[in-house]
Each structure stands twice: as structure tokens, then as C-alpha cells.
């Protein structure tokens, strides 16, 4: 049943929902920095203004915006991202920072006045699609990425991340992070779990151990037609059979591995590659299985690349630990919200601040289960509930 804060969510939500839209797709071209994710920081920024929260950055990219002194202690965080994968979903990011503004509306009109400071965020950079580099700002923020790393990352355009932020990287700001008591950052399902629990939100429990390897083959470039197969060192074959390995891996260890991305050099119809890049995303509800699951692939890699005559080179460029929230933090929040606590083989800001932190994580139902992808979806009555779970939290946490 749809209700004023159904509408309030609609109303809200509409004045971003244009913004990087794909006409073609219906998705989102979100990335950091650039000018619909600046179009968004800038609504972020006037959002916090019509609510008298004054903004602060960290020189990392992050933005906050504070309920309470900038400078007080044992705040309480919320929020999440506004950049997108390449054609992503509307929700994935955007939904915890509308939510945690609409929160803030909902704890005025209840005339709730929280003794801790509560700070809403809005990270830079968290899904990697520009830099490579997923959660970029939190793992700036907490000292997770070496900021001279950070400063050098470029995109396809050859754009470094210091250029795009307009300065070096201020790195690791223990003295901010300290003043954060906790973090809860909501954000859409990204599989189907809640629609399976017939819940609207649900309470996280831990995030998968996850990364992302760049594998370079390099072959010989040579003509389609006249070069005897016999003689080729084709670095498509490497990749293809990488591919396979890699899901057979998965499959066997009850972990995921994905190939989303290729890059092929010189990428004509009538030419033998001279080489092609592939980017594997592995996870697996472990460490053991994730490292098991690298070193396979690796192995195949390896040892295809030698039967095509190739040369490959494996680098790590990102790994994140296995997340798990804290125990005590999720129980009181899934008592508190009747909320069924689910893990996730998802990646967060809150996963990185998890380490430092009491950190939490609220989910909403998204009926499609699909995500990072334009056919994401939630029901405004489902971010209704999302939003008003939020306020619940927040109160609980800044007034306790
Ligand atoms: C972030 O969305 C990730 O899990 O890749
Ligand atoms: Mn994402
Ligand atoms: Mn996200």
C-alpha cells in the first residue's frame, strides 16, 4: 500500500533519475568524478544545504554532510555512492543517500534530536569503473590504498584520478575516521534472498572475500587468412580457454568467477590478436576457497599459454578480505527491524570500514534480484520501508 512517504521517496528520487540515464540502455554511465557524478555531488551538496547540514570533504573525493558539530566524536555514519558499473542500475549506490537524507526528514518530524552527531556520505569511486579500483574513497580514507597509488590510477582516457580530483589524494585521515562511531549504509539487494524471505529489508551479515586480476597474453598479430594455424601464437585461445577454466573452477568450489571485461589489441576481423587483456573477478565465501579458486585459474592460464606459445602476465588490482559485520550490531539491528540477516557476495564502502568501526549494512528487496545491470529494480514502498528501517536505525544509534 503506497503511502505520503512512498511519495516523498518518488519526488526525491525523480530529481536524479535523469541524470547519466542511457536512452538506448536504461541504464546508468555514472562514473566517478566525471560530469553526471559531479551533476550528483553538486545535488548532494544542495540537498544537505536545504537541510542546514553543512558539507565537508576528506581530499579524497568523499563528501559529508554533518547533523551535529563537523568536529564531534562517536558520530554515526550513513550513506553510500553515486557512481555506476557502465549501464547499471538506477539503484545500486544513489538509494542509501536519498534514503539517508529522507531519513533525516523523517527523525525532524518526529521531533527526534540525536546526542551523537550523525554525518550522511557520499563516497567516490566505489564500484572501480573508472579507476579499477573498487570503494577507492574508503580505502583512500583509511589508509587501505597508498595515496601516491591512488594519484597515478588512470582511466581509459589515460585521465589520472589526481588530475580528475583537481589535487593529490589527501590518503589515510586516521583523525576523521576516528570521530565515526559507526556506519550503516543501505542499499538495494543485488540477488534474491529477500524476495525468497518475503521481506522488505533485511540486515547484512558478512560480505564475501573477493578481487579483481588483470591477465595480459600477449601472442603475435598476424593476417587471418595466410598465416597456417600451426603457426599461430593467438592469445585469443589463451583468454577463451581462461574463461572456461575459470567457470569450471567456480563451479567445482561453489565460488563465482566472472570475465566481464576484455581488451583486444588490435581488435580487427581479419587479424591474428597480438594481445589480449582479460579481467577476472573471483569470490568465494572464504579466503581459502578465493585463493584456491586464483591459483587454478592461474594454473591454467599458465599452462594454456605455453601449449599457444603466448605470454601472460597476472596482476592483482584489488583484493578485499572477507567482511564480516558486526555480530552483536546486526542482531540489535534485526531484532529491532524484524529484519531476516543475509551475507552478500557484493562489495561496500561499508565492507572497507567494517575494519575500523562498528559498521552495519541495510538491505532492500529489489524483485528482479538483478543488479549491475539496467533491470535492478525496487518498489517505492519497499524504499519507503528501507527509509523508515534507516530512521529507526539512526535513532537507535544517536540517541541511545
Ligand atoms: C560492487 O558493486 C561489487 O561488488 O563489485
Ligand atoms: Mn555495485
Ligand atoms: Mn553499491
Same mark, same amino acid.
Given at each position: 500500500m503506497s503511502d505520503d512517504l512512498s511519495s516523498r521517496f518518488r519526488a526525491l528520487w525523480d530529481e536524479i533519475a535523469p541524470v547519466g540515464r542511457d536512452a538506448a540502455s536504461g541504464g546508468y554511465l555514472r562514473y566517478a568524478l566525471t560530469?553526471?557524478?559531479?551533476?550528483?555531488?553538486?545535488?548532494?551538496?544542495?540537498?544537505?544545504?536545504?537541510?542546514?547540514?553543512?558539507?565537508t570533504g576528506d581530499g579524497n573525493g568523499n563528501l559529508f554532510a554533518h547533523w551535529g558539530d563537523p568536529e564531534g566524536s562517536d558520530a554515526v555514519?550513513?550513506? *553510500?555512492?553515486?557512481?555506476?558499473?557502465?549501464?547499471?542500475?538506477?539503484?545500486?549506490?544513489?538509494?542509501?543517500?536519498? *534514503?539517508?537524507?529522507l531519513a533525516v526528514d523523517e527523525l525532524r518530524a518526529a521531533?527526534?534530536?540525536?546526542?551523537?552527531p550523525l554525518v550522511l556520505a557520499a563516497f567516490v569511486e566505489e564500484e572501480g569503473a573508472r579507476f579499477g579500483v573498487p570503494c577507492l574513497g574508503s580505502r583512500l580514507l583509511t589508509g587501505a590504498l597508498d595515496a601516491d597509488r591512488a594519484a597515478g590510477l588512470r582511466d581509459a582516457a589515460g585521465v589520472s584520478f589526481a588530475e580528475a580530483l583537481g589535487d593529490r589524494p589527501a590518503g589515510a585521515r586516521p583523525e576523521l575516521l576516528g570521530r565515526f562511531g559507526a556506519f550503516v549504509e543501505l542499499h538495494v539487494e543485488q540477488g534474491r534472498a529477500l524476495v525468497d524471505a518475503d521481506a522488505p529489508v533485511g540486515v547484512a551479515s558478512a560480505i564475501w572475500p573477493h578481487g579483481r586480476w588483470r591477465?595480459?597474453?600477449v601472442g603475435e598479430g598476424n593476417h587471418a587468412g595466410t598465416t597456417r594455424m600451426a603457426d599461430r601464437r593467438d592469445p585469443m585461445l589463451t583468454y577463451a580457454f581462461t574463461v572456461l577454466a575459470a567457470n569450471k573452477e567456480a563451479r567445482l568450489r561453489g565460488a563465482h568467477a566472472t570475465v566481464g571485461r576484455v581488451a583486444v589489441e588490435p581488435n580487427a576481423t581479419n587479424a591474428i590478436p597480438s594481445k589480449v587483456?582479460?579481467?577476472?573477478?573471483?569470490?568465494? /565465501?572464504?579466503?581459502?576457497?578465493?585463493?584456491?579458486?586464483?591459483?587454478?585459474?592461474?594454473?591454467?592460464?599458465?599452462?594454456?599459454?605455453?601449449?599457444?606459445?603466448?605470454?601472460v602476465t597476472v596482476t592483482e588490482e584489488?583484493?578485499?578480505?572477507l567482511v564480516a559485520?558486526?555480530?552483536?550490531?546486526?542482531k540489535r539491528l534485526a531484532t529491532l527491524?524484524? /529484519?531476516?540477516?543475509?551475507?552478500?557476495?557484493?562489495?561496500?564502502?561499508?565492507?572497507?570500514?567494517?575494519?575500523?568501526?562498528?559498521? /552495519?549494512?541495510l538491505f532492500v528487496r529489489n524483485p528482479t534480484g538483478v543488479s549491475h545491470s539496467p533491470f535492478e529494480a525496487a518498489t517505492d514502498d519497499d524504499c519507503a520501508a528501507g527509509v523508515r528501517a534507516l530512521a529507526r536505525v539512526l535513532e537507535e544509534l544517536t540517541c541511545r
Open positions: 560530469g553526471t557524478e559531479l551533476e550528483l555531488r553538486a545535488w548532494f551538496r544542495a540537498q544537505a544545504q536545504r537541510r542546514d547540514l553543512p558539507v555514519l550513513t550513506g *553510500s555512492h553515486f557512481d555506476s558499473v557502465p549501464h547499471g542500475g538506477a539503484y545500486d549506490g544513489p538509494l542509501g543517500i536519498v *534514503s539517508a537524507f521531533g527526534v534530536t540525536p546526542t551523537r591477465f595480459d597474453v587483456t582479460g579481467w577476472l573477478d573471483a569470490r568465494a /565465501a572464504d579466503p581459502e576457497t578465493l585463493t584456491g579458486l586464483v591459483d587454478a585459474v592461474r594454473g591454467k592460464l599458465a599452462e594454456r599459454a605455453r601449449r599457444d606459445g603466448t605470454e584489488s583484493v578485499t578480505p559485520f558486526d555480530g552483536g550490531l546486526a527491524l524484524g /529484519a531476516p540477516v543475509l551475507p552478500t557476495g557484493a562489495g561496500h564502502d561499508a565492507g572497507v570500514l567494517a575494519a575500523h568501526l562498528p559498521t /552495519a549494512m
